[in-house]
């Protein structure tokens, strides 16, 4: 198993730009998250999903939209990219209540 | 969610065990207390959870205390690997339809433990 893997690993983007980051697991796992990690500070959750076709917010929503169209991918796309976007965000993945697994991450700049 | 407070910082000699506290005095009687910890840049790292028993695995022991209100992660034999940001965290169950639960993960501040020679 590949586990949980994100791309790209890094991405400038310009002021105003719109992207997606990509997240797939290949551990039939129903739910997956979004997280986004500043410099020196915990992870707060961004949106999550407990199956395909079922998505939620969480802490930091604003400005980021998901879907959840199959079990393994799980994309957040950046609408209308602001430098306060400059962050590192993780994917995670878990089956159960248990241990989440999460990805390598994505180093996102907003110049 | 049932907030946790740990310290900010602690050193540990190589060798030795790391006791990490963790308060967590609001947890409600269904939510588990979850560690993990994140290396320098890499994804956080699942070590261990529990409800109200004390766990054991490979990597660490929890103790979880007889009201609830803390518990403390402890490394037996920490390693100058196991220097990293710990996390602890109470879940929060999610519901969904269909009646099964998942869990939200809250990171807080966490706990950097320096692992020294």
């Known amino acids: 198993n590949a586990g949980v893997t994100q791309t790209p690993k890094f991405q400038v983007l310009k002021t105003g730009q719109s992207m997606t980051l990509q997240c797939a697991q290949d551990m039939n796992h129903e739910y997956m998250s979004w997280y986004r990690q500043d410099p020196g500070m915990g992870l707060r959750l961004i949106h999550y999903s407990v199956g395909a076709g079922i998505t939620d917010q969480g802490e930091v929503p604003n400005g980021y939209n998901v879907s959840r169209s199959t079990t393994e991918d799980f994309p957040l796309r950046l609408l209308s990219a602001a430098p306060s976007q400059t962050s590192v965000y993780f994917c995670?993945?878990?089956?159960?209540?248990?241990?989440?697994?999460f990805g390598p991450g994505t180093r996102l700049t907003v110049t | 969610d049932a907030k946790t407070t740990q310290p900010t910082s602690m050193d540990c000699a190589e060798g030795r065990a790391a006791n990490l506290p963790c308060n967590h005095s609001t947890i409600s009687g269904n939510e588990y207390v979850y560690w993990y910890r994140q290396i320098h840049s890499q994804g956080p790292q699942y070590i261990i959870h529990g409800l109200k028993n004390n766990e054991t695995n490979e990597m660490a022991s929890l103790i979880i205390t007889e009201d609830r209100k803390s518990s403390t992660l402890i490394l037996p034999h920490a390693t100058l690997r196991d220097t990293a940001v710990y996390y602890c965290?109470?879940?929060?169950?999610?519901?969904?339809?269909?009646?099964?639960?998942?869990?939200?993960?809250?990171f807080g501040q966490g706990t950097i433990l320096t692992v020294h020679p």
């Open positions: 965290i109470v879940r929060v169950a999610t519901s969904r339809a269909g009646g099964t639960s998942y869990g939200k993960l809250t």
């Open positions: 995670a993945s878990s089956s159960h209540i248990n241990e989440q697994y």
